[in-house]
C-alpha cells in the first residue's frame, strides 16, 4: 500500500493535514465565541451553525457531483488550499468581527468532509480490493491522528497566549478598581475560569466586588 505513492500515501497526507484543521478548529471556534463575543451557550450554537452547514456542502453535494467536475486529486488539492486560506482568515476578523467570524466558518470547515470523501474515493479507485479494508483504515487513522496533533499544538499556544495576556488585563483592572495587590494571584485564576463559564467561580476568592466582577 505504501508503495503506492501517488495513488495512496499522499491520500495519508492530504487527510491528516485536513484533519489536524478541522478537529482543532471544531473546538477552538467555539472556544473563540466564548472569549471574544458571548457567554449565552445558545448564542455560542448560532454562531457555529455556518460551520454546520457547510458539512452538507462539502461532505454531500460536492462529492455527489465528483463524476461531473472530475480531476478528483485537484478538487482534493482545492479543497485544501481553500481549507488552508480561510483559516488563516480567521485572523482578521480578531477580536471585533461577529459576522466575519460566522461567515469563514463556513468556507473553511467545509472542506474537510469534502477532502476525506474525495480520499476514500480516490483509494477504492487504486487499491486493490483485497486491500481496501486496510487503506480505508489507515484513512481514519491519519485523519484522527492530524486532529490529535493539531488540538494538542493549537490548544497549547492558545492556552499560553491567553492566559498570560489576560492575567496582564485582569491584574491592572483589579488594582485600578482598588482590589489588593496580595490576592491577586487567586483573583485572576478566578476571573478566567468566570470568564469561561464556570458558575461560582468568584464566590470564594476575598475582596470581590460588584464592580470587580463586572
Known sequence: ??????EFTL????????????????????LGALYMFTKNPTE?????????????????????????????KIQILT?????TAFTACYS?????????WMALQFFAQG?????TVLCYVTAGLHVPQRDLGIASGLIGTFRSAGGSVGNAIFNTILNSYVNRSLADSIATAALAL????????????????AGAGVPGA???VPGVTQAIEV
Not at 11 to 30: E, I
Not at 178 to 193: C, K, M, T
Open 1 to 6: 500500500l505504501f508503495r503506492k505513492v501517488r
Open 178 to 193: 482598588g482590589y489588593p495587590e496580595e490576592d491577586l494571584s487567586q483573583l485572576i485564576p478566578a476571573v478566567i475560569s
Open 11 to 30: 491520500l495519508l497526507l492530504f487527510v491528516f493535514v485536513a484533519g489536524m484543521v478541522y478537529f482543532t478548529m471544531a473546538a477552538l471556534l467555539p
Open 44 to 72: 455560542i450554537g448560532v454562531i457555529s451553525i455556518p460551520g454546520g452547514l457547510s458539512q452538507l456542502l462539502g461532505g454531500f453535494i460536492i462529492p455527489a457531483l465528483v463524476h461531473k467536475i472530475r480531476h478528483v
Open 202 to 204: 468568584l464566590n470564594s
Open 79 to 83: 479543497a485544501l488550499i481553500i481549507q
Open 92 to 100: 482578521t476578523v480578531i477580536p471585533s468581527n461577529r459576522s466575519g
Open 111 to 115: 472542506c474537510f468532509p469534502c477532502v
